[in-house]
């Protein structure tokens, strides 16, 4: 008995001091970071899931402890990354600018000087949901309509706002505008509870396959006559609704409309090794990351540096220069 317990005892001092010797095993303390979503029925939700287990599986090796949280969407995550709530957060493209420059939400608290890009991850279309009972066929259409516009915290509440605005219509006085989240839209469609709402979400998304699925016939409608948005705004482009991905909404051909960026953002007070370990993590795994998700279908190493405003965080620099990407 004795003898045993010497042995276990011999064997625990053989590992302490081979642990000793090699460091990046020994790490005692785990860095525990956080990914602010969106609702769980759109990409932002899965996007997150994706990069944090790709970083949790090397857990061993970099010391991060990574999770993610449904949120209220890009405003919500900017505002919590810059109080230091939240470690990451995924945020459209518009609204990374918006906030780097003080614009919209940030135009009273000014211009959020410690945000930072980390990469641009997929597409996303302003994508405008309506109850065929609603004769609803063109964004002019919506005037008198109850209509979800995208809850405050939401990124695409201003996209809708400047859709509406663009085709001449005052949000406030011409629609009755509802603020709810976008996982309750579907439902609140379905239910006759209102007749139309807006979501800029990457495609498939869960929330859009509610919505055209139920009992009511739903239509995904074209957003047309925004060509001064795009001139006026530098992160807004035309873009395409493929409606392979929803067989129950009654039209057939892909949709047109406008679209930005989904976008992967940090603070400055984010530890520089954290940062490189989680790009360097989704970068030399793209091709598996691409397999998660139908909506990364088109992602490039390239084509993910794009769309950012904010400055660089220094890790994601560091890996890009390492890997070629930037100079
Ligand atoms: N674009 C939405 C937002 O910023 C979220 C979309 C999603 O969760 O996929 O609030």
């Given at each position: 008995m004795m003898?045993?317990?010497?042995l276990v005892l011999a064997c625990l001092v053989v590992i302490c001091l081979a642990s000793g010797?090699?460091?990046q095993f020994s790490r005692a303390r785990t860095t525990f970071v956080a990914i602010g979503t969106g609702g769980i029925t759109g990409v932002y939700y899965p996007t997150g899931g994706a990069i944090a287990r790709?970083?949790?599986?090397?857990?061993?090796?970099?010391?991060?402890?990574?999770?993610?949280?449904?949120?209220g969407g890009s405003v919500?995550?900017?505002?919590?990354?810059?109080?230091?709530?939240?470690?990451?957060?995924?945020?459209?493209?518009?609204?990374?600018?918006?906030?780097w420059h003080g614009l919209a939400e940030w135009k009273t608290r000014g211009p959020q000087k410690d945000l930072r890009s980390?990469?641009?991850?997929?597409?996303?279309?302003?994508?405008?949901?309506?109850?065929?009972?609603?004769g609803i066929r063109g964004i002019r259409d919506l005037r008198g309509k109850r209509v979800n516009i995208g809850n405050p915290g939401s990124g695409q509440r201003q996209n809708s706002i400047d859709a509406l605005r663009a085709v001449g219509l005052d949000p406030e006085k011409d629609l009755r505008a509802e603020g709810v989240k976008a996982a309750e839209a579907p439902g609140l469609l379905q239910d006759g509870r209102i007749d139309a709402f807006f979501y800029t979400v990457g495609h498939p998304s869960g929330a859009i396959k509610e919505a055209t699925a139920g009992a009511r016939k739903v239509r995904i409608v074209p957003i047309r006559g925004v060509e001064t948005l795009l001139k006026k705004y530098p992160y807004y482009a035309p873009a395409l609704i493929p409606m392979e991905f929803y067989p129950g909404a009654i039209n057939r051909e892909d949709v047109p409309t406008f679209g930005v960026k989904a976008t992967f953002v940090t603070s400055i007070r984010v530890p520089e090794a954290?940062?490189?370990a989680i790009t360097k993590?989704?970068?030399?795994?793209?091709?598996?990351?691409?397999?998660?998700?139908?909506?990364?279908?088109?992602?490039?190493?390239?084509s993910m540096l794009q769309g950012l405003t904010a400055p660089l965080h220094p890790g994601a620099r560091r890996y890009f220069e390492e890997a070629g990407l930037l100079r």
């Amino acid at each position: 008995m004795m003898r045993q317990a010497k042995l276990v005892l011999a064997c625990l001092v053989v590992i302490c001091l081979a642990s000793g010797l090699t460091p990046q095993f020994s790490r005692a303390r785990t860095t525990f970071v956080a990914i602010g979503t969106g609702g769980i029925t759109g990409v932002y939700y899965p996007t997150g899931g994706a990069i944090a287990r790709m970083i949790n599986k090397k857990k061993a090796l970099y010391g991060i402890s990574c999770s993610f949280e449904s949120t209220g969407g890009s405003v919500f995550n900017v505002n919590a990354v810059m109080a230091g709530d939240l470690e990451f957060g995924v945020v459209q493209s518009d609204r990374q600018y918006q906030a780097w420059h003080g614009l919209a939400e940030w135009k009273t608290r000014g211009p959020q000087k410690d945000l930072r890009s980390v990469f641009s991850i997929h597409p996303e279309s302003v994508t405008l949901v309506a109850a065929q009972d609603a004769g609803i066929r063109g964004i002019r259409d919506l005037r008198g309509k109850r209509v979800n516009i995208g809850n405050p915290g939401s990124g695409q509440r201003q996209n809708s706002i400047d859709a509406l605005r663009a085709v001449g219509l005052d949000p406030e006085k011409d629609l009755r505008a509802e603020g709810v989240k976008a996982a309750e839209a579907p439902g609140l469609l379905q239910d006759g509870r209102i007749d139309a709402f807006f979501y800029t979400v990457g495609h498939p998304s869960g929330a859009i396959k509610e919505a055209t699925a139920g009992a009511r016939k739903v239509r995904i409608v074209p957003i047309r006559g925004v060509e001064t948005l795009l001139k006026k705004y530098p992160y807004y482009a035309p873009a395409l609704i493929p409606m392979e991905f929803y067989p129950g909404a009654i039209n057939r051909e892909d949709v047109p409309t406008f679209g930005v960026k989904a976008t992967f953002v940090t603070s400055i007070r984010v530890p520089e090794a954290v940062v490189y370990a989680i790009t360097k993590e989704v970068f030399e795994n793209l091709e598996e990351f691409k397999t998660l998700h139908p909506a990364y279908k088109t992602l490039t190493p390239k084509s993910m540096l794009q769309g950012l405003t904010a400055p660089l965080h220094p890790g994601a620099r560091r890996y890009f220069e390492e890997a070629g990407l930037l100079r």
